[in-house]
């Protein structure tokens, strides 16, 4: 297990690196680094763990070899779950164990990630094992909520993207038709209005 390959993944904004060691057909293992880290910190542990798993040791955007994101863009928690998210579908891995390194503090924590995607993805995880952190805490009122709302917002995400579809072309009527059929609210003269900046012209309409 001493060796390893390096894999990459596509994203709108670039890729995710990673590093994998074990054999492909290995039961699968998904490697969150800490705070600040990359997929190096599991180099010295990984060789000492069982020899039939396929570990694969992520790179968190912005970490490692990973792109990152546009300037200006934030790196929040919930970003990070996508990312886990993105790496699970690339690999077409549907079960996996998910092992997650930080530095004990939650909110400046990665094994905080992997518990947002334990919370958020209960089905596609069948071991959960973090290094150095505490728990989830959620009060079990805001739970509900907090679950429903979150995975909704990762997987409209990752279906759009994945979609990938060319823009429509419409005539400046159809363009003000849709417009105001998805705002009530809004007058036709208003909607002109908005359209002469919301709308891009090109040869096809």
Same mark, same amino acid.
């Given at each position: ?8 993944? !596509? ?5 995710? #690196? ?27 542990? +990984? !060789? ?8 694969? $040791? ?11 994101? !546009? $300037? ?13 998210? =993105? ?25 905080? +990630? ?7 993805? !209960?089905?596609?995880?069948?071991? %959960?094992?973090? %290094? ?10 805001? $739970? ?6 979150? =995975?909704?917002? +990762? ?13 429509? $072309? ?9 417009? %105001?059929? #998805? ?9 002109? +209005? ?12």
């Amino acid at each position: 297990l001493g060796m390893f390959s390096e894999l990459k993944f !596509p994203v709108p904004w670039g890729h995710v #690196a990673a590093k994998a060691w074990g054999p492909s057909e290995g039961y699968p293992v998904l490697c969150l680094h800490g705070w600040l880290d990359n997929a190096n910190t599991f180099d010295k542990l +990984i !060789p000492l763990l069982p020899r039939d798993c396929y570990y694969v $040791a992520m790179d968190f955007s912005g970490h490692g070899l990973s792109s990152h994101r !546009p $300037a200006g863009s934030p790196y929040h928690f919930l970003d990070y779950v996508s990312d886990v998210r =993105r790496v699970a579908a690339a690999l077409q891995w549907r079960r996996f164990t998910l092992m997650g390194h930080s530095m004990a503090f939650l909110f400046l924590s990665y094994c905080f +990630i992997s518990l947002q995607f334990c919370f958020l993805y !209960p089905e596609m995880v069948d071991k %959960l094992i973090l %290094l150095e952190n505490l728990g989830f805490l959620l009060g079990p009122e805001d $739970a509900e909520a907090w679950l429903k709302s979150k =995975r909704m917002v +990762i997987d409209k995400l990752l279906s759009l993207e994945a979609k990938q579809q060319t823009p429509k $072309a419409r005539s400046p009527e159809a363009a003000l038709q849709r417009l %105001l059929e #998805a705002n009530r609210h809004l007058t036709a003269e208003g909607g002109a +209005i908005l359209l002469q900046r919301g709308a891009t012209e090109t040869p096809a309409g």
